[in-house]
């Protein structure tokens, strides 16, 4: 169990949800295709999930390294993270030879279904995984230039749900490519607003968000409210000039958690000394006792709204085209 918990904190694994959300739209109108095999769903959803991980602890090893360079001893590395970013790392709890096995373990595995998928529905497969492996590998230096948040989208929406797509069918659906921008922006909705939280942290480590971007954290919480429209639109839009199945605009469900994200940002600038008492409909809130004992609720109550708005928001557009 305890291996469990490591490995999860390690990867952070809490995010996976983002690519369920993008196996779920991908899946919704694969489907229906001739061509459709659970069995090969299953290996996409594990070779997505493999990559996500891979990325996420891959991100990680490069900050530490990052600061090794710099003639920082590795117990003395500190990032000023509400999440506390490579915890495990720095306090040596996980070697660094046992990351980079890990790393090398989940990319594998993703490398691996690339490879099987290449074969099954054709080599355009490899295309997809390589420009996703390059974007992986260059966004640790992508904050330079404000590219972090766009590289992130980019992959989980149009390039992960097109790619799955082929993956699955062996051939393209133009509906799903202009779908996949919904997913982009709902994926750039919980990149955000965990920027705005780590305002001061992004700026003491020279990086250039999004947020930071806008100048001013107000500024930054009008991106935010501009970027869930565009998530609602982008599937407005297709129902009436694509005609997308109606039934996508169940999307609209999540409303409550996007009224609440905003709510809540603007009270994380403003106010800060607020209660969090998780509702139901908002999502889930998991470890929400032990979140509170250590005093981190109220960067998690945010980060949770973000990540439960993306989450339901493909899960009810999928559902929607399904139906």
């Known amino acids: 169990m305890d291996k469990i918990k490591t490995f999860i904190e390690l990867t952070r694994a809490y995010s996976l949800l983002v690519t369920f959300a993008s196996f779920f739209v991908i899946l919704s109108y694969a489907y229906y295709s001739e061509k459709f095999s659970l069995f090969n769903s299953i290996i996409l959803l594990i070779a997505l999930a493999a990559a996500h991980l891979g990325a996420n602890l891959y991100d990680d090893y490069i900050d530490v390294k990052q600061k090794l360079k710099q003639g920082i001893e590795l117990e003395n590395i500190h990032f000023d993270s509400f999440l506390q970013k490579a915890r495990l790392i720095t306090t040596k709890q996980v070697s660094l030879k046992k990351v980079e096995l890990i790393i090398a373990s989940l990319f594998g595995v993703a490398a691996l279904s690339g490879i099987y998928f290449a074969f099954v529905s054709g080599f355009q497969v490899l295309l997809f995984a390589l420009i996703g492996g390059i974007l992986i ?8 230039y404000y590219l972090s948040e766009t590289i992130i989208g980019m992959i989980w929406g149009p390039l992960t749900i097109m790619g799955g797509y082929f ?26 607003t965990h920027n705005i939280m780590d305002w001061e942290f992004d700026i003491k480590e020279r990086k250039n968000t999004l947020a930071i971007l806008t100048k001013t954290k107000p500024n930054a919480i009008k991106a935010l409210f501009w970027m869930i429209f565009a998530s609602y639109f982008i599937v407005f839009l297709g129902v009436i000039t694509l005609k997308f199945n109606p039934n996508v605009l169940y999307c609209f469900l999540t409303l409550p958690i996007a009224t609440k994200l905003l709510e809540s940002i603007k009270d994380y600038i403003n106010i800060k000394d607020v209660k969090f008492e998780p509702r139901w409909y908002w999502g889930m809130f998991e470890n929400w006792e032990a979140i509170k004992s250590e005093k981190i609720d109220f960067f998690m109550f945010r980060f949770y709204l973000a990540r439960n708005f993306s989450f339901f928001f493909a899960l009810f557009v999928s559902i929607g085209a399904m139906i």
């Not at 133009?174 to 919980?190: C, E, G, Q, R, V």
């Open 167 to 192: 993956a699955l069918c062996g051939g393209y659906e133009p509906n799903l490519f202009f779908m996949s921008f919904a997913i982009f922006f709902s994926t750039l909705i919980l990149l955000h």
């Open 137 to 144: 590998l260059f966004y640790p230096v992508s904050s330079k």
